[in-house]
């Protein structure tokens, strides 16, 4: 299984509700990464997780809250955004001190309204 | 910081190679090279890594000078189906500093 699943595709949220983004792997990965993609952008990174504690958070505003329960499950707590975080939230996972040979997920295109 | 630059946009047609290159003056010792590949409302794709010299793999070649301030990812045959935004990316392989270039959208016509 080569597959890194996020879920829900879709999501349609107001500026007050909470949702979560949720991303899973079996791919036996110990790091597991959150990006931010833009229209016509290339990615951005936002966290890195490695063995299940949060290593690198790359100055992401607290409305955006991570999550790492275990080795194959990465979450993504939203609260209070604007709509400039509309985007395309990528989850991705490798091997420890393999972030450059990354395995994506497809995303979750979120609409801020 | 290692800055990345490639053209905005490349045209080809099917059957043709098509050579991308990617701009990195200031690479640092630890970072390399990594191409990915990404098709619209998809995550990117890892295509191929190298340190120096030439890298090939059953879908792409990677050529990087000596002075490693540029690479050229090389794509054999080009089809419809390789038409897609193309990054580079110049890193090490611990998560600081990960900047992916601008990108270049290839279109490949018929």
């Known amino acids: 299984d080569t597959e890194v699943t996020q879920t829900p595709k879709h999501l349609v949220m107001g500026m007050t509700n909470k949702k979560s983004l949720k991303c899973e792997q079996h791919?036996?990965?110990?790091?597991m990464y959150w990006y931010k993609q833009k229209a016509k952008k290339p990615p951005e990174l936002m966290f890195v997780?490695?063995?299940?504690?949060?290593?690198i958070n790359e100055s992401v505003p607290s409305r955006f809250s991570p999550e790492c329960p275990n080795s194959s499950l990465l979450n993504l707590h939203l609260h209070a955004l604007q709509p400039e975080d509309s985007a395309l939230y990528l989850c991705?996972?490798?091997?420890?001190?393999?972030?450059?040979?990354?395995?994506f997920g497809q995303g979750t295109r979120l609409t801020v309204v | 910081l290692a800055k990345t630059t490639q053209p905005i946009s490349m045209d080809s047609y099917e059957g043709q190679e098509v050579n991308i290159t990617c701009s990195h003056n200031?690479?640092?010792?630890?970072?390399?090279i990594t191409w990915y590949q990404q098709f619209p409302s998809q995550g990117p794709r890892f295509i191929i890594q190298?340190?120096?010299t030439k890298v090939t793999n059953e879908v792409a070649s990677l050529f990087i000078p000596a002075d490693r301030k540029s690479s050229t990812l090389s794509l054999p045959r080009v089809s419809l189906s390789d038409t897609a935004v193309y990054y580079c990316?110049?890193?090490?392989?611990?998560?600081?500093?990960?900047?992916f270039g601008p990108g270049t959208r290839l279109s490949v016509l018929p």
């Open positions: 990316l110049v890193a090490n392989n611990y998560g600081q500093n990960f900047v």
């Open positions: 997780y490695s063995y299940e504690k949060l290593s």
């Open positions: 200031n690479i640092a010792t630890n970072d390399y």
């Open positions: 190298g340190y120096k």
């Open positions: 791919m036996g990965h110990r790091a």
């Open positions: 991705a996972s490798s091997q420890v001190g393999s972030h450059t040979e990354a395995f």
